[in-house]
């Protein structure tokens, strides 16, 4: 009988724990390639997701192209494509326009959308103070409103974006609510755009009524019902506006500084798709006064 000596033994141990390393760390390695091919697998998908996206801006970028002009989803390849949806600024309440020069009617429609949204007399003034506090140049407090205060320091300039209205003190009460801001902004040229806003914007608008909105807005979104494709019945004037709405001339006139028609300033969301991997572009652009559109603003 054979008997394996305690050498030959420790041997055949270091052996076979040499050999457990060894596909230990195979294994390891094995398992980082995978992680590294997945990584930058996912890394291929995020720049074709965006390269979508960014094709798809292209398209909503060119001077010809407006809030009706159908833009198709695109389906480039299998599983990578873009989709577009343009959208009017006009039609939005422009916070900057509403507070410069503080005119009572302009501050009457802030209100009485602040109402709208459930804010209580005091909240509505403690908001439009605070918030016309934000953007003057003193230091002077209105009655309900905030200056410097400990760590508060309000920008003494016009807002930059709507979501800077968080940093203003007094503005929890709508700042709270889920899709606040879809209302607001600050690009557009100010008066509110007739080809573009809800009746809720529209009903802001003195002297119009419930009646006489319902029916413009079914006239301006033509057959289909729905505003922004090409079947939209537009007016050639603004003349044509006040006849169709039934207003005097001196009713006409007195709205004068407070609506508009077509206002240039759009919004374009652009969401590229490789596999499972999304990537979005939101982009405002003014065209129309130049060749090239004007970038107000950019978020990828």
């Not at 390269?51 to 389906?75: C, F, N, W």
């Not at 079947?231 to 006409?252: E, V």
């Not at 709205?255 to 652009?270: M, Q």
Request: net charge negative; hydrophobic share 40%; with cysteine.
């Amino acid at each position: 009988m054979n008997h394996t000596s305690p050498s030959r033994a420790s041997a055949l141990i270091l052996v076979l724990w040499a050999l457990m390393l060894l596909s230990a760390a195979v294994l390891a390695w094995a398992a980082s390639v995978q992680n590294s091919i997945a990584r930058h697998a996912v890394d291929n998908r995020t720049f074709e997701a965006l390269a979508m996206a960014r094709s798809g801006l292209a398209i909503a970028l060119h001077p010809a192209v407006s809030r009706r002009t159908p833009v198709p989803d695109e389906e480039l390849a299998p599983g990578m494509g873009f989709q577009v949806r343009i959208t009017s600024e006009g039609g939005k309440l422009n916070l900057n326009w509403l507070l410069r020069g503080e005119e009572p009617m302009k501050l009457a429609m802030l209100r009485q959308w602040l109402e709208r949204k459930g804010l209580k007399f005091q909240e509505r003034d403690t908001f439009v103070d605070c918030l016309l506090d934000y953007v003057d140049a003193d230091d002077v407090k209105r009655l309900n409103g905030a200056e410097d205060d400990g760590d508060y320091h309000p920008a003494n300039r016009e807002l930059q974006t709507v979501e800077e209205l968080v940093r203003v003190r007094g503005t929890e009460p709508l700042t709270s609510q889920p899709g606040w801001q879809n209302d607001l902004t600050v690009y557009s040229q100010g008066p509110i755009d007739l080809e573009s806003a809800s009746a809720e914007i529209l009903s802001l608008i003195p002297g119009l009524g419930e009646t006489r909105i319902r029916q413009f807005i079914q006239y301006r979104q033509g057959p289909d019902g729905i505003d922004g494709t090409p079947d939209d019945n537009t007016f050639p004037s603004m003349a044509a506006i006040q006849q169709y709405l039934g207003l005097t001339q001196a009713q006409f006139q007195a709205l004068g500084g407070l609506i508009t028609y077509k206002d240039p300033t759009l919004r374009i969301v652009a969401e590229g798709h490789s596999g499972n991997i999304k990537r979005q572009i939101v982009v405002v652009v003014r065209k129309g006064a130049t060749p090239k559109p004007e970038i107000l603003s950019w978020k990828e």
